[in-house]
């Protein structure tokens, strides 16, 4: 399609507004359409200046240009979207703030106009009619212009988030020694209040901050701030930089300062999340706060000089708090899916589309076209990949919510019970919903819906979530799905945590307690009896095991009760979006970046095939249930790869995003499925303990401990033998030796003993004797994390006699 991207146009002013028109007229050609900006010059003052320029607006008609028409023209910017067009979708950056929020703010500068009451009520009108003549749903950039938009017009949008200008340039570097705070200046970001927060610190904090000020007079009156308040040798002034010092900044700074009044959208914010910098903002911030949760993925300050001064100090002062933070905000903006295709396709669908498309809102939620009302003929056919675009969304479509349940969104289960016992203790009784939180948990409640209805018929009354994290907002669901639900949970920790989570205001809905156990999923054992729990379940968490899934499987089956059921969720790695990423040369993990802060569970250690899990299920003793594929983040789907795997003849249940795997306990364990490991991890735990020293002779007892379920060999495939290694006095490793000092197999849960001459009492040792438990062909054993090793005191000569007088691994003894 031939597209016009409108907006306005001040001279001399460059920004966010002129680059996002930029970036969507080169996503829209980049995608197979042929766009370019439609600009038209803007002065809102004086008020009579301000109606010509709406009435200019008005005149122009852009439905063709040389006899050639243009077949849609995308609205961004006031008054530019008033422009004569029949076929016009309106994606709001913002409306004329000083018609609007501003002036209900009292901080308009249409205020002070003789006629600004009259040109509100027109700008108002103006809007309202453009926008409800549109055949098309209505988008915003952000939820908060989305907000704005209900909130003074009671007209709903839809908020279509898209990357910042530099995206895939933005780098990680190392977390540095001073804030950053970029971006245009002027009166509405607010830097005297940055200023005046740097001023309350007690440390010698240093602020960069790259930018000019649209008015010279408005930059000299912050130097001056800054000389009195006495931080002027703390602040570099960068003024206007080009990209390179831009990202270098981004990169290497400990965490980024963005501290708007009511932000539309903010790409401050965005670039920080993409260099993995934590953002500080504060609560009336408006668009940083769909992005950024408090202690999560950056700091949320009140807007007061004293509080955000405190934040500077915690994040100044704890790099490795920093990183964490960071981290997670690069882990959410992935999370979110925030591209220019999605945008494409969300405001103009392929390129080979009939002229004059209009978007409607199938039962799934996603845009698909139809003809206007007025065209009397008949849709033409659907082609072969329109065919098979339809066929594989039908195929992994989520299910209806499950009936009963009294929650729509994820902002009514927030509303509705106090997940965070804190604010009521400090006597704030129902704290205001977190924007951030609700958006981020918001993109997972298809997941949690077609959780819960994968657990219709079964009778639930205890129920184990291995992987929970705070906020519990799954298990208020699982309460009010399961009445009377008993609920345990098992996380990393490093301590229980325990919360009585209650409801606001609506003595109707059940309120819960719930402990959560700390141990490691993979290698700890789960500490809980046999058949204790009806259910099990963790979502989004076998992806991130890094050392033995059969064993997670395993204990699930063993504390579930006979006939209880696992339900597990995890991402896909043959879905069609990974298939299509690997096609074009992109590795298929849904999550493929690290994450240092998280650890070696901060990332997607191994993605899983939907068949891949009934397989560990049914060596652990489980049958499956269901086995299906979803997509819950994503509706979009590539034509090309959807032919190809219709044509193939592919189960197209099993290439959603998601896997959904439900079984049930009722099988007989098989074992270890060997295909997925490189060794035996069923009997990689144990420990070795001094039984007993004699002085004189330095004959040394050492209990070998088989902590296992499965018997350990001294001879054979994989059997259980000792590597010794020799540490000299300097701390180096000098000499390994792999040996056989078990002289008989050691049966599970029963200890064995060997035997070594090390010094006697009284010698000089000089170095430390350091024994590993170890698997024939395989490895130590401490890598299953199962097992420790045991250093004594050793010198050489000592080292020497053991390993000449031991067998080795498969000799005779």
Same mark, same amino acid.
């Not at 200046?185 to 607010?190: A, F, L, T, V």
């Not at 205001?432 to 609700?438: F, N």
């Given at each position: 399609m031939r597209i016009g991207v409108l907006r306005t146009q001040v001279p001399f002013v460059?920004?966010?507004?002129?680059?996002?028109?930029?970036?969507?007229?080169?996503?829209? #050609?980049?995608?197979?359409h042929e766009a370019t900006e439609i600009t038209l010059p803007f002065k809102w003052y004086p008020g009579e200046v301000l109606a010509d320029h709406i009435l200019a607006a008005r005149m122009h008609d852009i439905s063709e240009f040389e006899g050639v028409p243009v077949d849609l023209a995308i609205g961004l910017k006031f008054p530019a979207w008033l422009a004569n067009h029949p076929n016009k979708l309106f994606w709001i950056i913002h409306q004329h703030r000083a018609a609007y929020d501003l002036w209900a703010a009292g901080d308009a500068d249409l205020m002070h106009d003789p006629d600004g009451d009259a040109l509100r009520q027109l700008i108002h009108a103006e809007d309202r009619a453009a926008f409800t003549a549109s055949p098309h749903p209505l988008y915003a950039n952000s939820g908060n212009v989305a907000g704005r938009l209900s909130q003074y017009l009671d007209l709903d949008a839809t908020p279509l988030y898209h990357p910042p200008p530099n995206a895939e340039a933005l780098w990680q570097g190392e977390y540095g020694d001073y804030l950053f705070a970029p971006g245009r200046? #002027?009166?509405?970001?607010?830097l005297e209040l940055i200023l005046r927060g740097l001023a309350a610190t007690r440390s010698k904090i240093k602020l960069v901050i790259a930018g000019v000020a649209e008015n010279p007079g408005y930059q000299q009156d912050l130097h001056a701030l800054a000389l009195d308040l006495g931080v002027a040798n703390r602040v570099t002034w960068l003024g206007r930089v080009d990209d390179a010092t831009l990202l270098r900044h981004y990169a290497e700074a400990r965490a980024v300062v963005f501290v708007p009044q009511d932000e539309d959208y903010g790409y401050i914010t965005l670039e920080a999340m993409l260099a993995a910098r934590p953002v500080i903002t504060v609560s009336d911030a408006g668009g940083p706060l769909e992005f950024i949760t408090d202690r999560a993925e950056g700091r949320i300050s009140a807007p007061k000089p004293a509080d955000l001064g405190q934040a500077f100090e915690e994040l100044m002062s704890d790099a490795a708090l920093a990183e964490r933070m960071g981290q997670a905000g690069l882990a959410r903006y992935t999370d979110m899916q925030i591209t220019w295709e999605h945008v494409v396709e969300t405001l103009a669908g392929r390129s080979d589309q009939a002229v004059h498309p209009i978007p409607v809102t199938d039962s799934a939620g996603q845009g698909d076209t139809v003809a206007?009302?007025?065209?009397?003929?008949?849709?033409?056919?659907?082609?072969?990949?329109?065919?098979?675009?339809?066929?594989?969304?039908?195929?992994?479509?989520?299910?209806?919510?499950?009936?009963?349940?009294?929650?729509?969104?994820?902002?009514?289960?927030?509303?509705?019970?106090?997940?965070?016992?804190?604010?009521?203790? $400090?006597?704030?009784?129902?704290?205001?919903?977190?924007?951030?939180?609700?958006?981020?948990?918001?993109?997972?409640?298809?997941?949690?819906?077609?959780?819960l209805r994968a657990l219709d018929g079964i009778p639930v009354?205890?129920?184990?979530?291995?992987?929970?994290?705070?906020?519990?907002?799954?298990?208020?669901?699982?309460? #009010?799905?399961?009445?009377?639900?008993?609920?345990?949970?098992?996380?990393?920790?490093?301590?229980?945590?325990?919360?009585?989570?209650?409801?606001?205001?609506?003595?109707?809905?059940?309120?819960? %307690?719930?402990?959560?156990?700390?141990?490691?999923?993979?290698?700890?054992?789960?500490?809980?009896?046999?058949?204790?729990?009806?259910?099990?379940?963790?979502?989004?968490? $076998?992806?991130?095991?890094?050392?033995?899934?059969?064993?997670?499987?395993?204990?699930?089956?063993?504390v579930l009760k006979p006939g209880g059921h696992i339900l597990l969720t995890t991402p896909n790695v043959v879905s069609h979006r990974g298939v299509n990423k690997m096609l074009n040369g992109t590795a298929p993990y849904s999550f493929g970046i690290f994450v240092p802060s998280g650890g070696v569970y901060g990332r997607h250690n191994r993605e899983y095939a939907p068949q891949?899990?009934?397989? $560990?299920?049914?060596?652990?003793?489980?049958?499956?249930?269901?086995?299906?594929?979803?997509?819950?983040?994503?509706?979009?789907? %590539?034509?090309?790869?959807?032919?190809?795997?219709?044509?193939?003849?592919?189960?197209?249940s099993l290439r959603g995003e998601t896997i959904f795997y439900l079984a049930q306990k009722a099988g007989r364990a098989t074992g270890l499925p060997k295909r997925f490991y490189h060794g035996d991890p069923t009997r990689m735990a144990g420990a070795l303990s001094v039984a007993s020293v004699e002085d004189s002779t330095?004959?040394?007892?050492?209990?070998?401990?088989?902590?296992?379920?499965?018997?350990?060999?001294?001879?054979?495939?994989?059997?259980?033998?000792?590597?010794?290694?020799?540490?000299?006095?300097?701390?180096? $490793?000098?000499?390994?030796?792999?040996?056989?000092?078990?002289t008989a197999p050691i049966a599970p849960g029963t200890s064995g003993e060997i035997a070594l001459r090390l010094d006697p009492q009284g010698t000089e040792a000089q170095g430390r004797l350091r024994l590993h438990l170890y698997q024939a062909g395989v490895g130590v054993m401490t890598g299953s994390g199962r097992a420790a090793t045991l250093s004594l005191p050793c010198s050489q000569e000592a080292f020497l006699r053991v390993a000449r007088s031991t067998p080795l691994p498969g000799e005779a003894s």
């Open positions: 460059q920004g966010g507004a002129e680059r996002h028109a930029a970036n969507l007229v080169s996503a829209l #050609n980049a995608y197979g200046i #002027n009166p509405s970001k607010r206007p009302e007025s065209a009397t003929e008949a849709p033409p056919e659907l082609s072969p990949q329109d065919q098979a675009v339809q066929t594989l969304k039908a195929a992994i479509a989520p299910p209806e919510p499950p009936e009963g349940l009294p929650f729509a969104s994820i902002e009514d289960v927030l509303s509705a019970y106090a997940f965070d016992e804190l604010p009521a203790l $400090l006597g704030d009784d129902a704290p205001p919903i977190d924007t951030g939180l609700a958006s981020y948990l918001g993109t997972h409640w298809t997941r949690y819906m077609t959780t009354t205890s129920a184990l979530d291995v992987g929970v994290f705070p906020p519990l907002v799954f298990q208020a669901l699982l309460a #009010n799905r399961f009445p009377g639900v008993q609920m345990a949970g098992l996380w990393e920790g490093p301590d229980p945590y325990v919360q009585s989570v209650r409801t606001v205001g609506n003595s109707d809905l059940p309120g819960f %307690d719930i402990r959560l156990e700390a141990a490691n999923s993979e290698r700890d054992a789960w500490p809980y009896p046999d058949n204790s729990f009806d259910l099990v379940t963790g979502m989004e968490i $076998l992806e991130h095991l890094a050392l033995d899934p059969y064993f997670f499987f395993s204990e699930a089956a063993r891949e899990l009934p397989e $560990l299920g049914q060596a652990a003793g489980f049958q499956t249930v269901s086995l299906r594929t979803i997509d819950v983040y994503d509706r979009k789907v %590539d034509p090309r790869t959807a032919e190809l795997l219709v044509d193939r003849g592919d189960d197209l330095g004959l040394t007892r050492i209990a070998v401990h088989n902590r296992s379920p499965q018997w350990w060999a001294v001879s054979g495939d994989q059997a259980t033998c000792v590597l010794a290694e020799w540490i000299d006095a300097d701390g180096n $490793l000098r000499h390994q030796h792999l040996m056989q000092p078990i």
